[in-house]
Every structure is written in C-alpha cells, then in structure tokens.
C-alpha cells in the first residue's frame, strides 16, 4: 500500500523470487528425518546459487 500511496517503484522481484526459491529448498530438506552430508553441502551451496539466480534475472532476464 504505500509503494502505491507515495508512488514508489518497487526494485526487488528477482530477490523476491530467490527468497521464495530458497525457502522452498528449505522446506523439502527440513521435513526429512534424515539430513545426509550431501544435504549439507547442497543447503550450503544454495546461498552462491541464490546469488547467481539473481544476478541472472537482473542482467538477462531484466527483472527489477
């Protein structure tokens, strides 16, 4: 509502998207009983994924 009411463009939706991306990883690894090694190194490389996902929506795919 204010991003309306005070006419402000909003600059975040490949960001956004990552967040959602990423918590959704998240989640399917989360509800396992059993986290392996594998898991771990695949949670741990979900932050240099999340920053190249959003340096490739912003500079191929022209999002905000």
């Known amino acids: ?10 600059e975040f939706t490949a960001e956004t998207f990552c ?10 690894f ?3 009983l059993k986290i392996t090694l594998l898991d771990s ?5 979900l932050f240099p994924i999340s920053l190249f996902l959003v340096f490739m ?3 191929v795919g ?3």
């Open 1 to 10: 509502i204010l991003l309306y009411a005070r006419d402000l463009a909003w």
């Open 19 to 28: 967040i959602l991306f990423v918590e959704w990883v998240m989640v399917f």
């Open 30 to 32: 989360t509800s396992r």
């Open 41 to 45: 190194f695949i949670i741990l490389s």
């Open 57 to 59: 929506m912003t500079s």
């Open 62 to 64: 022209s999002l905000d």
